[in-house]
């Protein structure tokens, strides 16, 4: 199982940018796919998931999940970028890749940088 995350950058302050993240491989079915993000110096932290639409207190009502079920990609939509967005963003996926396995198995992403300039 892979993920492939992509569409970091550059930005400026009050921007918007799209990340994409597919994941291929031997996959069953998945369970969710979602965000973290990781700042300089700092710890990574959750930002999003799909499953139930919930988003870190810091990034509602800017930024928006949605997945592609056919392209198994997820999708995050970041509106209004603040310069405290600026953080290396990974993507990951619970999911199942045989019918005969019940619990999920949570794969990750490489990370793609995001850097908002105020």
């Known amino acids: 199982v892979q993920l492939q995350a992509s569409g970091g950058g550059l930005v400026e ?16 079915s998945i369970n969710h796919m979602g965000w973290h993000r990781q700042a300089p110096g700092k710890q990574r932290e959750f930002v999003a998931v799909d499953s139930s639409k919930s988003y870190a207190d ?10 592609d ?34 619990a999920g198995t949570t794969y990750w992403g490489q990370g793609t940088l995001v850097t908002v300039s105020s």
């Open 13 to 28: 302050a009050g921007g918007s940018l799209r990340l994409s993240c597919a994941v291929s491989g031997n996959i069953f």
């Open 69 to 102: 079920n056919a392209k198994n990609t997820v999708y995050l939509q970041m509106n209004s970028l603040k310069s405290e967005d600026t953080a290396v963003y990974y993507c990951y996926a619970n999911l199942r890749e045989s019918s005969r396995t019940y």
């Open 58 to 67: 810091s990034v509602k009502g800017r930024f928006s999940i949605s997945r």
